[in-house]
């Protein structure tokens, strides 16, 4: 619906009213006044201290006012085409031909009878045997008199009051064992339990008590072991005095705080008290035990590299310290694990040496920060298993390969699902392309019919199948994990379809959602979606439909989702966003990728950059003016197109170019064009057959002006063409490379190298006039909208004298000889100076020539950029090589002229300025005239490109 009213009608109902009165209306329409909060002085006081006096000094600081943010404005940068390994679109065969799994399934079963191999006792039974004796028994006293020490009584005439009996050593009547189930030494209550099963064996089941304390608290809650297993008692019954007892326990050495060690230490004073002796059987190295806790519970060692002692009492050194890197290298080694029991947890242990890893690297690593341990097994906290697998694979290849066959054996009563996954694990860890052969086909198989039973079953089982699918995910896996298990993925996605749609939730890291777009809905056709920026959000449409905003990229996708990344954090992982669903520009970085199924772009958030004057947005696009007296250019930004650049990836640019700013001669430009340099028939076969590279040539904006052509009567060695000096008004501005044409910038373009003196910094040579034009040409076909063009030879003066009126851009000429004008020397090459330095083998002889600045020799072009630039940032405007221009040389005139243009006849002769590196000095003045026909070239010729715009921007 049209408006009935516009501005002008606004304007004029305002005009007159008084502001209570347009208050009052604002107010009426649902406008509020905008506060402005003017900052208010505040008095600072402070404290000086001069010698022995205290100085109050008071001063008022005023704020700075508050910085309005500059507008920001969304720019797309790149663009790239997604390859056929990034997004399969058609629905792969093994999906179509897979069979989703049936509730009475085998392969979703782990093998019948199937059983993990039991762990290494901490010490052979053998050797653990008399040490239990001895801690557990009593000297026995027989009937049988002991001859030996009879004889010797009698022999030695002392008195007898009883008759000395034979003795040995053997299990005490009475006695108790007392079990420690703390929460630390999980992963020793197995061989607990054992040695409370074997001990009745050995010794018999009268007399023994045993106890156990659940909390790890001797103080607190106590079992005892009945005839139907574990009873409660509220405490514990101190035993008869001289009741030998056996404590397996840590003794609180495991414990960080110190708690446990305290209550230990209360309760082995109450068994002192109570006229017993306890023994310690310690899963717990010596540096670990405390002096007086050792006195009390006459600890031993137990561990496979422990010896029990023979004699109750001795204390091993209490020094030392554990290995730490030992727990480190336990973490690694079991990093493919998905699950560590303690079983596997031993045999990983035993696989070092045992002066490495001792039973206090078992204990740290259960309890360790990055293990959530449970009842069963620990499992690695997420974001933890990255650091520890890379430590597994800096281990030795045997070690490796040691601790893979370990988790298999260990794990062979679980889920073929989880072994799977672990496989899939230590192939990548082990740097194997694929699984072992016998693994392969039977793991393809299963996970295509895991991702089948994902997409088709919405039953118990699919619901199952979806559950285990996301637990993998949420695991932390090697970056390769999910790309060398395409079913795998497409089973997560699968699983997660619709929540993934609706940005609901994270793929894992290196999971790549479009690598499967097909189970996305990715199969059909696909469609353009334009993104438009509307206030502070962008919005995705169909294409054709006006989202009442910014136009900023017409997207091709076959799916409704993208993906959002930051191109800074290449690590860190994409986040969904529904394609239909608003993006808040504050949750992106200020430069972002969006990828559809089809395609990749780059974005930023840019303000106005300091060299332009106004920045915006109109119907043609993003603009930039730039202030260049007399006059505003105006650039648009180009967005990235369809074609790729050697990356594959399109850029967008500001106009033509691919960089823009301005420094201290005004504003620059930079051209971009991509080179590709083929090998030869000799390159080795390991080395690339082609080179890409990317050639930079800067571009000076020459502003329209008004200028003096020619040059006074009294400039030395001037020539009668170069008069009258009249005024020249340029009424159109253009873009001036600020060297001439260098060798790197032809072979892009052209493919070849006409030049004498070859070098990619040298400029290029022996070129015609028709040359540069069919260069020029084909540049025109690299930057559509932009005429490339030969400065007029008014132009080309205009651009070397850059503001000045005298013979040189840097001052007036004084010259000594033929080839010796000092002036020239810091601006320019010339017959003078060219000699310097020249470090190719094809020089030209320049011994002989008259009067040289410098005797050097020989002589040639020199690398461009390599003399001082004249005062609007050009290059070797005199000197090095003679520069083409776009017309022949016109007779001057008196009055001023304005765009003037020489003739321009097919076969007339073009003009030629500057001088060059065989010139004499008098030819190197800005004035100075010259003319070939166009069909001639020489090692001293050769031009300088400038761009016109043929379209806005």
């Given at each position: 619906?049209?408006?009935?009213?516009?501005?002008?009608?606004?304007?004029?109902?305002?005009?007159?009213?008084?502001?209570?009165?347009?208050?009052?209306?604002?107010?009426?329409?649902?406008?509020?006044?905008?506060?402005?909060?003017?900052?208010?002085?505040?008095?600072?006081?402070?404290?000086?201290?001069?010698?022995?006096?205290?100085?109050?000094?008071?001063?008022?600081?005023?704020?700075?006012?508050?910085?309005?943010?500059?507008?920001?404005?969304?720019?797309?940068?790149?663009?790239?085409?997604?390859?056929?390994?990034?997004?399969?679109?058609?629905?792969?065969?093994?999906?179509?031909?897979?069979?989703?799994?049936?509730?009475?399934?085998?392969?979703?079963?782990?093998?019948?009878?199937?059983?993990?191999?039991?762990?290494?006792?901490?010490?052979?039974?053998?050797?653990?045997?008399?040490?239990?004796?001895?801690?557990?028994?009593?000297?026995?006293?027989?009937?049988?008199?002991?001859?030996?020490?009879?004889?010797?009584?009698?022999?030695?005439?002392?008195?007898?009051?009883?008759?000395?009996?034979?003795?040995?050593?053997?299990?005490?009547?009475?006695?108790?064992?007392?079990?420690?189930?703390?929460?630390?030494?999980?992963?020793?209550?197995?061989?607990?339990?054992?040695?409370?099963?074997?001990?009745?064996?050995?010794?018999?089941?009268?007399?023994?008590?045993?106890?156990?304390?659940?909390?790890?608290?001797?103080?607190?809650?106590?079992?005892?072991?009945?005839?139907?297993?574990?009873?409660?008692?509220?405490?514990?019954?101190?035993?008869?005095?001289?009741?030998?007892?056996?404590?397996?326990?840590?003794?609180?050495?495991?414990?960080?705080?110190?708690?446990?060690?305290?209550?230990?230490?209360?309760?082995?004073?109450?068994?002192?008290?109570?006229?017993?002796?306890?023994?310690?059987?310690?899963?717990?190295?010596?540096?670990?035990?405390?002096?007086?806790?050792?006195?009390?519970?006459?600890?031993?060692?137990?561990?496979?590299?422990?010896?029990?002692?023979?004699?109750?009492?001795?204390?091993?050194?209490?020094?030392?310290?554990?290995?730490?890197?030992?727990?480190?290298?336990?973490?690694?080694?079991?990093?493919?694990?998905?699950?560590?029991?303690?079983?596997?947890?031993?045999?990983?242990?035993?696989?070092?040496?045992?002066?490495?890893?001792?039973?206090?690297?078992?204990?740290?690593?259960?309890?360790?920060?990055?293990?959530?341990?449970?009842?069963?097994?620990?499992?690695?906290?997420?974001?933890?298993?990255?650091?520890?697998?890379?430590?597994?694979?800096?281990?030795?290849?045997?070690?490796?390969?040691?601790?893979?066959?370990?988790?298999?054996?260990?794990?062979?009563?679980?889920?073929?699902?989880?072994?799977?996954?672990?496989?899939?694990?230590?192939?990548?860890?082990?740097?194997?392309?694929?699984?072992?052969?016998?693994?392969?086909?039977?793991?393809?198989?299963?996970?295509?019919?895991?991702?089948?039973?994902?997409?088709?079953?919405?039953?118990?089982?699919?619901?199952?199948?979806?559950?285990?699918?996301?637990?993998?995910?949420?695991?932390?896996?090697?970056?390769?994990?999910?790309?060398?298990?395409?079913?795998?993925?497409?089973?997560?996605?699968?699983?997660?379809?619709?929540?993934?749609?609706?940005?609901?939730?994270?793929?894992?890291?290196?999971?790549?959602?479009?690598?499967?777009?097909?189970?996305?809905?990715?199969?059909?056709?696909?469609?353009?979606?334009?993104?438009?920026?509307?206030?502070?959000?962008?919005?995705?449409?169909?294409?054709?439909?006006?989202?009442?905003?910014?136009?900023?990229?017409?997207?091709?996708?076959?799916?409704?989702?993208?993906?959002?990344?930051?191109?800074?954090?290449?690590?860190?992982?994409?986040?969904?966003?529904?394609?239909?669903?608003?993006?808040?520009?504050?949750?992106?970085?200020?430069?972002?990728?969006?990828?559809?199924?089809?395609?990749?772009?780059?974005?930023?958030?840019?303000?106005?950059?300091?060299?332009?004057?106004?920045?915006?947005?109109?119907?043609?696009?993003?603009?930039?003016?730039?202030?260049?007296?007399?006059?505003?250019?105006?650039?648009?930004?180009?967005?990235?197109?369809?074609?790729?650049?050697?990356?594959?990836?399109?850029?967008?640019?500001?106009?033509?170019?691919?960089?823009?700013?301005?420094?201290?001669?005004?504003?620059?430009?930079?051209?971009?064009?991509?080179?590709?340099?083929?090998?030869?028939?000799?390159?080795?076969?390991?080395?690339?057959?082609?080179?890409?590279?990317?050639?930079?040539?800067?571009?000076?904006?020459?502003?329209?002006?008004?200028?003096?052509?020619?040059?006074?009567?009294?400039?030395?060695?001037?020539?009668?063409?170069?008069?009258?000096?009249?005024?020249?008004?340029?009424?159109?501005?253009?873009?001036?490379?600020?060297?001439?044409?260098?060798?790197?910038?032809?072979?892009?373009?052209?493919?070849?190298?006409?030049?004498?003196?070859?070098?990619?910094?040298?400029?290029?040579?022996?070129?015609?006039?028709?040359?540069?034009?069919?260069?020029?040409?084909?540049?025109?076909?690299?930057?559509?909208?932009?005429?490339?063009?030969?400065?007029?030879?008014?132009?080309?003066?205009?651009?070397?004298?850059?503001?000045?009126?005298?013979?040189?851009?840097?001052?007036?000429?004084?010259?000594?000889?033929?080839?010796?004008?000092?002036?020239?020397?810091?601006?320019?090459?010339?017959?003078?100076?060219?000699?310097?330095?020249?470090?190719?083998?094809?020089?030209?002889?320049?011994?002989?020539?008259?009067?040289?600045?410098?005797?050097?020799?020989?002589?040639?072009?020199?690398?461009?950029?390599?003399?001082?630039?004249?005062?609007?940032?050009?290059?070797?405007?005199?000197?090095?090589?003679?520069?083409?221009?776009?017309?022949?040389?016109?007779?001057?005139?008196?009055?001023?002229?304005?765009?003037?243009i020489g003739p321009q006849e097919a076969e007339r002769a073009r003009a030629v300025r500057g001088g060059s590196w065989l010139g004499n000095a008098r030819w190197l003045r800005s004035a100075y005239r010259y003319a070939f026909d166009p069909g001639r070239a020489f090692d001293s010729l050769g031009f300088r490109p400038c761009l016109r715009s043929i379209k806005p921007g």
């Amino acid at each position: 619906m049209r408006p009935q009213i516009g501005r002008a009608d606004l304007l004029r109902c305002l005009h007159g009213q008084d502001p209570e009165a347009l208050d009052a209306l604002a107010a009426a329409v649902g406008y509020e006044p905008r506060v402005v909060i003017e900052p208010k002085p505040v008095l600072a006081t402070m404290n000086l201290t001069l010698d022995d006096f205290v100085v109050k000094v008071e001063t008022t600081i005023t704020p700075p006012p508050a910085r309005t943010p500059q507008a920001q404005f969304l720019r797309p940068l790149s663009r790239r085409r997604l390859t056929a390994e990034e997004a399969v679109h058609e629905v792969p065969s093994w999906y179509e031909e897979a069979e989703p799994f049936a509730e009475d399934d085998p392969e979703i079963s782990a093998p019948k009878g199937a059983r993990p191999p039991r762990p290494p006792p901490l010490m052979p039974w053998p050797r653990l045997w008399p040490f239990l004796k001895l801690a557990l028994g009593e000297v026995l006293e027989s009937h049988r008199p002991d001859l030996p020490k009879l004889v010797d009584a009698v022999s030695q005439g002392r008195w007898l009051r009883r008759l000395p009996r034979q003795r040995w050593a053997g299990w005490a009547r009475d006695c108790q064992l007392l079990i420690d189930f703390a929460e630390p030494l999980r992963p020793f209550w197995g061989d607990f339990n054992e040695l409370k099963a074997r001990l009745p064996v050995l010794r018999g089941r009268a007399g023994l008590g045993v106890a156990a304390f659940p909390e790890g608290d001797p103080l607190g809650p106590c079992w005892l072991d009945g005839a139907q297993g574990w009873e409660r008692e509220r405490d514990y019954r101190l035993p008869p005095p001289g009741t030998p007892v056996l404590v397996l326990s840590d003794l609180g050495g495991y414990d960080a705080t110190g708690q446990r060690r305290r209550r230990w230490l209360r309760f082995g004073l109450r068994l002192k008290a109570a006229g017993c002796r306890p023994v310690a059987l310690m899963p717990c190295p010596p540096h670990r035990w405390d002096a007086e806790l050792a006195r009390l519970f006459r600890p031993a060692g137990w561990d496979r590299n422990a010896r029990p002692p023979r004699r109750l009492g001795r204390l091993p050194p209490l020094v030392g310290g554990g290995d730490a890197d030992a727990v480190e290298r336990l973490l690694g080694l079991l990093s493919p694990a998905i699950r560590v029991e303690p079983a596997l947890l031993r045999c990983a242990r035993w696989l070092l040496p045992a002066g490495q890893a001792d039973v206090g690297a078992e204990a740290e690593a259960w309890n360790h920060p990055d293990a959530h341990a449970t009842l069963a097994a620990f499992y690695y906290e997420p974001g933890t298993a990255a650091r520890h697998r890379e430590r597994f694979r800096a281990e030795p290849e045997p070690l490796r390969s040691g601790m893979a066959r370990l988790i298999r054996e260990h794990h062979v009563h679980l889920s073929p699902a989880i072994a799977l996954e672990e496989a899939r694990v230590l192939a990548l860890l082990l740097e194997r392309a694929a699984l072992e052969p016998d693994e392969a086909e039977p793991a393809r198989r299963f996970v295509e019919r895991l991702a089948k039973t994902c997409g088709v079953d919405s039953g118990g089982l699919g619901g199952s199948a979806r559950s285990w699918i996301a637990r993998v995910g949420e695991r932390e896996q090697p970056a390769e994990f999910w790309a060398r298990t395409p079913g795998l993925e497409a089973g997560w996605v699968l699983a997660h379809r619709e929540r993934l749609l609706r940005g609901e939730i994270q793929p894992p890291p290196g999971l790549q959602p479009l690598r499967v777009s097909w189970a996305l809905g990715g199969a059909g056709k696909p469609e353009a979606w334009a993104l438009w920026q509307r206030g502070p959000a962008l919005i995705a449409k169909p294409s054709g439909v006006n989202a009442q905003g910014s136009l900023i990229a017409t997207l091709e996708t076959g799916v409704s989702l993208l993906l959002v990344s930051d191109p800074g954090e290449p690590d860190a992982p994409e986040r969904p966003v529904p394609l239909a669903g608003p993006i808040p520009l504050v949750e992106l970085p200020d430069r972002f990728r969006l990828r559809t199924d089809r395609e990749e772009w780059e974005f930023d958030l840019v303000t106005k950059p300091d060299w332009a004057r106004k920045m915006g947005r109109d119907r043609q696009g993003l603009w930039v003016e730039v202030e260049t007296a007399p006059e505003i250019l105006r650039l648009y930004w180009r967005p990235p197109g369809t074609k790729a650049g050697e990356s594959g990836r399109s850029k967008g640019t500001w106009g033509c170019f691919s960089a823009l700013g301005r420094d201290e001669y005004g504003l620059y430009a930079d051209l971009k064009v991509d080179s590709v340099e083929y090998a030869n028939v000799n390159t080795p076969v390991n080395e690339p057959l082609a080179t890409f590279k990317e050639i930079i040539q800067r571009f000076r904006w020459i502003a329209p002006g008004t200028f003096l052509m020619g040059s006074p009567e009294d400039e030395p060695e001037r020539r009668e063409n170069e008069s009258p000096r009249h005024a020249v008004t340029l009424t159109r501005g253009f873009w001036l490379a600020d060297t001439a044409c260098p060798q790197a910038l032809w072979e892009a373009v052209m493919g070849n190298n006409p030049s004498r003196f070859q070098d990619p910094e040298r400029p290029v040579e022996q070129v015609t006039w028709h040359d540069a034009q069919a260069f020029l040409r084909k540049l025109e076909g690299l930057l559509p909208g932009v005429r490339a063009d030969l400065p007029t030879e008014a132009e080309w003066e205009y651009a070397c004298r850059a503001g000045t009126e005298t013979a040189l851009y840097s001052g007036p000429i004084e010259i000594l000889g033929e080839n010796n004008a000092p002036a020239l020397d810091p601006i320019a090459w010339y017959g003078g100076n060219s000699g310097v330095g020249f470090d190719l083998a094809n020089g030209y002889g320049s011994t002989g020539w008259p009067g040289k600045q410098y005797p050097d020799s020989p002589s040639g072009t020199h690398p461009v950029r390599r003399k001082r630039a004249n005062p609007w940032g050009l290059y070797d405007m005199l000197g090095n090589v003679w520069e083409w221009c776009a017309d022949g040389p016109r007779d001057y005139g008196t009055e001023p002229v304005v765009d003037t243009i020489g003739p321009q006849e097919a076969e007339r002769a073009r003009a030629v300025r500057g001088g060059s590196w065989l010139g004499n000095a008098r030819w190197l003045r800005s004035a100075y005239r010259y003319a070939f026909d166009p069909g001639r070239a020489f090692d001293s010729l050769g031009f300088r490109p400038c761009l016109r715009s043929i379209k806005p921007g």
